[in-house]
């Protein structure tokens, strides 16, 4: 079946240092990945969408200058949160969409503290 | 920008009952997943459906595309079936991919 591994699950960083979580596409030839984040407040924010043959685009208020993102295959995606602080904390979801449809598939997030 | 909205905002049922959740979005779309989120988990897609009906156990899942707006039924609920709902009306092509959340109905449900 298709599956979404996201690692680290958890991870703790100092205030203005980086970290680098990673999404693997398995059992499936993604055709799009895209990055979320859910904030403490529960609420999800589209931080960038990267569809096969076009470029990564970022959403407002996300830059590829704060949350670069690699993707150099259609099953293996990573993205950084450079200088992360406070309101960088949240669960971070790395969702993938196969060819048959436009059903997302996630995985189990990246649970992000900025201490 | 897309409009998601959930009823209700929370529900709390005696084990047993049945529960009505609802999901209204403002621009049609092409594809509506249901995810349900234990508290701080993960999202477990719990319907991929983006017209008609569909069922899966106790959950039955219908969808009107043109109608803007989704449903998802439980049926003689479950202490496990406590924790959040959430509906993403989803996009093609260029938007492929692109999920857009509603805030979510948690769900509780009591002994």
């Known amino acids: 079946g298709a599956l979404v591994y996201q690692y680290p699950r958890r991870t703790i960083c100092k205030s203005g240092t980086s970290m680098r979580m990673e999404c693997q596409a398995v059992g499936f030839q993604a055709t799009s990945v895209a990055w979320y984040r859910q904030s403490p407040q529960k609420t999800f924010e589209l931080i960038a969408l990267s569809t096969v043959n076009s470029a990564i685009k970022y959403e407002q208020n996300f830059t590829q200058e704060k949350f670069p993102i690699s993707h150099p295959n259609l099953s293996f995606s990573s993205m950084t949160v450079l200088n992360a602080y406070l309101e960088d904390r949240g669960l971070y979801l790395c969702g993938a969409t196969g060819q048959a449809n436009t059903e997302v598939f996630f995985g189990k997030g990246t649970r992000l503290t900025v201490v | 920008g897309q409009q998601v909205q959930q009823s209700p905002t929370s529900l709390v049922l005696q084990e047993g009952e049945n529960a009505e959740l609802q999901c209204n979005f403002s621009t049609s779309l092409n594809s509506m997943q249901w995810f349900y989120q234990r508290p701080g988990g993960s999202l477990i897609s719990v319907f991929y459906?983006?017209?008609g009906t569909k069922q899966s156990g106790r959950l039955t899942s219908t969808t009107v595309i043109k109608e803007r707006r989704s449903s998802l039924h439980i049926s003689s609920s479950q202490i496990t079936d406590s924790g959040t709902y959430l509906c993403a009306p989803g996009g093609r092509g260029s938007a492929l991919g692109r999920l857009h959340f509603g805030a979510g109905t948690q769900l509780i449900v009591i002994p």
């Open positions: 459906n983006p017209s």
